[in-house]
């Protein structure tokens, strides 16, 4: 297993830095420091700190071909935790897009493994959610057709450690990609990140995909955007693609959370299997 010691090598990526462990093993390393402050309870911390660390450690047990393989974590600080990841050689779905459209058939193919790759998660037990998909958390390999999910909100989970967030708080993620009911604009009675949270900005990614840019990008500030929801909705996708994909697209993104489609249903959609017909 690689070791909490590796040595970081010249090439970083912000706060993951690809190195190479004491067993020689190349791969990415991600280092997460935990919010532990000065009085805090420190009882309680270390139960929280457990609890964190363990659903973490969860993670080295996904297994699928659209998702970073989590190789080990490891602790070697009290409030510091190391994740190791397998090394990925390719680019960012948002860098793959550049600010242009993609054609039809490559949206499919990619929103079909996405979907197979929440179908994966949302159906273990208990359920991962992701909670900060966007087209920045998706690689697309070197050979520009798999895709595979990265970057599991690892800090959003573990902000939560020793300080319990009430439901006024500001929801962490990707403002142009959370969905209606985590900032407050939505039908829904629940704040929280859930299944559907995850369709929604699955959904947002079909958008960048189908027009070059992210949803929303013209509001840079939280509070502008509940109302731009609140009276329009999602935006629409730009014309020229099949009803199929405007469905589908709709089936992702309703306002109100209950009424998503969940990742099984999505795999059955018209627009992911149209391409089986003759």
Known sequence: MPSALATAQALSFGEVHEVRTDTGVT????TLKLPVQLGDDQTSVSKEIH???ESERNLCRLRHPNI???LHMAQPEPATVVVFMELLDGRSLEKFIDNKPLDEQTIRDFSEQICRALLYLHSRK???IHRD?????IIVCADNTRIKLIDFGLSVKLESVSHVSDSKATPKG???FLAPELLGAGESDSPWYSRQSDIW???CSVFQ???GRRPFAEHKMPYTLPERLRSSGAPALPTGFSAELQDFYSRCTAMDRKSRKSALELMGHEFLIVRYKF
């Open 209 to 211: 995909m189908a027009s």
């Open 174 to 176: 990707t403002l142009n």
């Open 27 to 30: 791969c990415a390393a991600k």
């Open 68 to 70: 970073v393989r989590f």
């Open 126 to 128: 208990p359920p991962v």
């Open 201 to 203: 900005a699955f959904g």
């Open 133 to 137: 998909i966007n087209c920045s958390n």
């Open 51 to 53: 609890r964190a660390v």
